[in-house]
Nanobody, 129 residues
Framework: EVQLVESGGGLVQAGGSLRLSCVAS????????IGWFRQAPGKEREGVSL????????YYADSVKGRFTISRDNAKNTVYLQMNSLKPEDTAIYYC??????????????????????WGQGTQVTVSS
């Protein structure tokens, strides 16, 4: 059974930090890039960050560059999202998702959610002002 399980969300004050984790199982982790998306109430889901397999190239949305860092531990089938300098506008449900590396090399928009094969259930992040 394919699973992506997120954890690490919570309530934090503006300026604070959280680290999200995404543990994958049921598929070949090395064959997939892992992305983080978020969805705030009344808004569309948006891509936040992505880390490729292999050399682990990383990508970020402009809104989080310099504040968020994505990393992966292939031995643990886990991807992390370190979120620093959090702002109230970062409040959302955060999802991790798996994108086949074969798909990734032929697309121009790596944050197109329709391209992703597997999704987690999400973890809530709330940033108070």
């Amino acid at each position: 059974e394919v699973q992506l399980v997120e954890s690490g969300g919570g309530l934090v004050q503006a300026g604070g930090s959280l680290r999200l984790s995404c543990v994958a199982s049921g598929f070949t982790f090395g064959d997939y890039a892992i992305g983080w998306f978020r969805q705030a109430p009344g808004k569309e889901r948006e891509g936040v960050s992505l880390i490729n397999s292999g050399y682990g190239s990383t990508y970020y949305a402009d809104s989080v560059k310099g504040r968020f860092t994505i990393s992966r531990d292939n031995a643990k089938n886990t991807v992390y999202l370190q979120m620093n300098s959090l702002k109230p506008e970062d409040t959302a449900i955060y999802y991790c998702a798996a994108l086949s590396v074969h798909t990734m090399v032929v697309v121009t928009n790596i944050f197109n959610s329709r391209l992703y094969d597997y999704w987690g259930q999400g973890t809530q992040v709330t940033v108070s002002s």
